[in-house]
């Protein structure tokens, strides 16, 4: 099985001998429609300046002929990333203090401003929000690397006992008013603005198999992030953090609390008994929400 969706791999043969390949992908409006989410194995979706959002997209298991707009790093990344040991993230630099911390930690860092190469235009797209690249391509960056990531979720085709859940709004911010409704025919959550899908470059709207909110605590600075007095916006994820947690998958809502020793460490999601929440086989989508921000979920 696919180490970070617990299913085969989608294009059958054996799990790709590759490493964790995280991608920032922007989510400015002027950076939608993306590309290529619909082949990552997990999305993280982080609060960066402004209280819009970004993605850190990682795959494994899928190709994609196509991934982007791609930006830059944040510091946050190294917290969402060190669970996987020694990935490779891919980015379009970053504030000095943000490179210099990544270049110090396990991950493995891939500035595009290096590689040109392998940098893709789309017809229409403007910088900074014209970068874009294959999975193949960045895979090729580091040829040495090839061992796949360990798990960092539990798996179950079984669904535990939950609430009925099938909506959940997340207010990130006017610009990222994220909705998840959940599709009992496909089995999958579907992702809007508003009540608007979110639909990708090649017409599919993004889903995933498993909703998990992990509420986190925000704090700002001590960097600007821009020219305009937006300071880096940083989370607590390590060492030995916790908080409360929603887990939706199959229609339910499983509530309870995450908790991580170590930046090596996996997060643990855990019920309200103490035992470990495990996902639907498939695509995860983590949603790191700030703990002022009020998600609601529909029935």
């Known amino acids: 099985m696919c180490p970070l969706t617990g299913a085969p791999p989608p294009s059958g043969g054996a799990v790709p001998q590759l490493p964790a390949l995280a991608v920032k992908v922007d989510n400015y409006p002027a950076g939608r429609p993306q590309a290529g989410l619909d082949h990552a194995d997990i999305v993280f979706e982080e609060p960066v300046e402004g209280m819009?959002?970004?993605?850190?997209?990682?795959?494994?298991?899928?190709?994609?002929?196509?991934?982007?707009?791609?930006?830059?790093?944040?510091?946050?990344?190294?917290?969402?990333?060190g669970e996987?040991?020694?990935?490779?993230?891919?980015?379009?630099?970053?504030?000095?203090?943000?490179?210099?911390?990544?270049?110090?930690?396990?991950?493995?860092?891939?500035?595009l401003r290096d590689h040109g190469s392998v940098v893709q235009t789309v017809a229409g797209r403007q910088a900074p929000y014209a970068t874009f690249a294959s999975t193949s391509a960045l895979w090729e960056l580091d040829p040495k690397d090839t061992g796949p990531p360990n798990p960092v979720f539990r798996y179950a085709t079984t669904a535990p006992t939950g609430m009925p859940a099938s909506s959940i709004t997340i207010p990130f911010s006017q610009d990222s008013d994220v909705?998840?409704?959940?599709?009992?025919?496909?089995?999958?959550?579907?992702?809007?603005?508003?009540?608007t899908p979110d639909v990708l470059l090649d017409g599919v709207q993004n889903s995933a198999s498993n909703i998990v909110?992990?509420?986190?605590?925000?704090?700002?600075?001590?960097?600007?992030?821009?020219?305009?007095?937006?300071?880096?916006?940083?989370?607590?994820?390590?060492?030995?953090?916790?908080?409360?947690?929603?887990?939706?998958?199959?229609?339910?809502?499983?509530?309870?609390?995450?908790h991580r020793s170590t930046l090596a460490s996996p997060t643990q999601f855990l019920?309200?008994?103490?035992?470990?929440?495990?996902?639907?086989?498939?695509?995860?989508?983590?949603?790191?929400?700030?703990d002022t921000v009020t998600v609601s979920v529909g029935p």
């Open 52 to 81: 819009i959002t970004r993605y850190v997209a990682v795959f494994q298991c899928q190709q994609a002929s196509l991934i982007g707009p791609i930006r830059s790093a944040r510091n946050i990344d190294i917290g969402i990333l």
């Open 213 to 258: 909110v992990q509420f986190v605590h925000i704090f700002y600075g001590p960097w600007y992030e821009n020219d305009v007095g937006g300071l880096e916006v940083q989370a607590t994820l390590y060492p030995d953090a916790s908080g409360k947690a929603e887990v939706f998958r199959n229609g339910v809502e499983i509530s309870g609390t995450w």
């Open 179 to 195: 909705t998840w409704r959940y599709d009992s025919a496909l089995g999958t959550y579907l992702r809007y603005y508003g009540t």
């Open 271 to 290: 019920s309200s008994t103490g035992a470990e929440i495990p996902l639907q086989p498939g695509r995860t989508w983590v949603e790191l929400v700030p």
């Open 84 to 111: 996987f040991g020694d990935p490779l993230l891919v980015s379009v630099g970053g504030i000095n203090p943000v490179i210099s911390n990544i270049e110090n930690s396990p991950i493995q860092e891939i500035d």
